[in-house]
């Protein structure tokens, strides 16, 4: 076997590989994402050959972290890690062998110096209560299952009925205030430099790094994304992207005014593209403690919370020790 980086010359074979997997995310099989990905050196994304057959993929981007004052480079496979083309998953345990030998330990770790790689499986996985056979024979021993909760909202006639009263309200005079506003949701009509001074004054509120404008220009483009916005003559108040794919759809991206917050838009908002989803679609709000406001207001739309589990993967000694010293002083909480 053998893997190769993807690239121009071989994204053909990629997405192919993509299509005839069983659990893939939309990552994937966008040809616009992946296209952008070619761009981006933060994301590793593989192809694995079997006698010069693609028959597997691997997804991930780059992250860096500090966990006990030691600074670690990692992979963070979120809904994305290995995907084996059903045609072959006869040669799964060949594939993931191969996987952790030739790429976990002669690519990652001693080419690009990666510390751990975390695995966090795509939504078809979370919602089937699967297990999570991609990985199921790890040499490092599956030292670290993650427990978490996934928040969602599934289709509901009496959803308003079942919020707080402190939520109906909002929503309720939320969607009073809305009437005055215009909802964009054809990409055509759509001003990404209106955008860009939305989410730029969001990174200075929240300290954070702004988008780019290839970040909103490329969803724009991609068929797996939509974009809800609120408008009031110039400029833009509200800003929902979600992602979509088969019956799933996720919270991707959120930006509001000062006007938006105050005037509860975009809890107003939200109650509408929750009361347009239809019958068999999960909307994915987010992961459970993630960030504590925003985590209160997914926790507020959610009707439902499912657990599953991520799988963390020290490879280097580095990982592993601070993971050892993770399991001895478990009690003091030195989460890895």
């Known amino acids: 076997m053998k893997f190769k980086k993807l ?40 192809i694995i050959y079997k006698d010069d057959c693609p028959v597997a993929v691997f997804l991930s981007r780059n992250i860096k972290l500090k966990r006990l004052l030691v600074k670690l480079n990692g992979l963070l496979c979120d809904y994305q890690g290995l995907h084996i083309d059903k045609n072959f998953t006869k040669y799964s345990n060949e594939i993931i062998n191969f996987l952790y030998n030739d790429i976990f330990d002669n690519y990652f770790k001693k080419v690009l110096k990666i510390d751990r790689i975390e695995y ?21 021993g599956r030292d670290i299952n993650k427990t978490n909760f996934i928040l969602s909202v599934k289709k509901d006639d009496n959803y308003l009925k079942s919020r707080s009263y402190n939520i109906r309200y909002e929503i309720k ?11 964009i949701s054809d990409k055509k009509k759509i001003d990404i430099e209106k955008i860009l001074i939305l989410d730029s004054l969001k990174s200075k509120r929240l300290n954070i790094e702004k988008q780019t404008k290839d970040f909103f220009y490329h969803r724009l483009k991609s068929k797996f994304y939509n974009f809800f916005i609120i408008s009031m003559g110039d400029s833009y108040e509200v800003i929902y992207i979600t992602a979509n794919h088969e019956n799933f759809k996720t919270l991707h991206y959120t930006c509001q005014s000062d006007t938006g917050r ?15 989803l239809e019958e068999n679609q999960q909307f994915l709000l987010g992961v459970k403690n993630d960030v504590s406001g925003v985590d ?11 657990k599953f589990s991520s799988i963390i993967f020290p490879i280097s000694i580095k990982a592993r020790f601070i993971q050892s010293l993770n399991k001895n002083y478990y009690s003091l909480k030195l989460y890895l």
């Open 120 to 140: 966090i499986p795509p939504p078809s996985l979370i919602f089937s209560n699967s297990q999570i056979d991609n990985f199921n024979i790890h040499k490092y």
């Open 173 to 183: 005079k939320g969607l009073k205030n809305l009437e005055s506003y215009e909802i």
């Open 262 to 276: 105050k005037k509860l838009l975009s809890k107003a908002l939200m109650y509408k593209i929750i009361n347009d």
């Open 296 to 306: 209160f207001f997914k926790s507020n739309f959610a009707n439902q919370e499912v």
């Open 7 to 46: 690239s121009s010359e071989n994204i053909d074979d990629f997405i192919k590989v993509a299509n005839n997997s069983k659990h893939k995310w939309h990552f994937a099989v966008d040809v616009v994402e992946l296209e952008l990905r070619l761009k981006n050196y933060q994301h590793f994304n593989l």
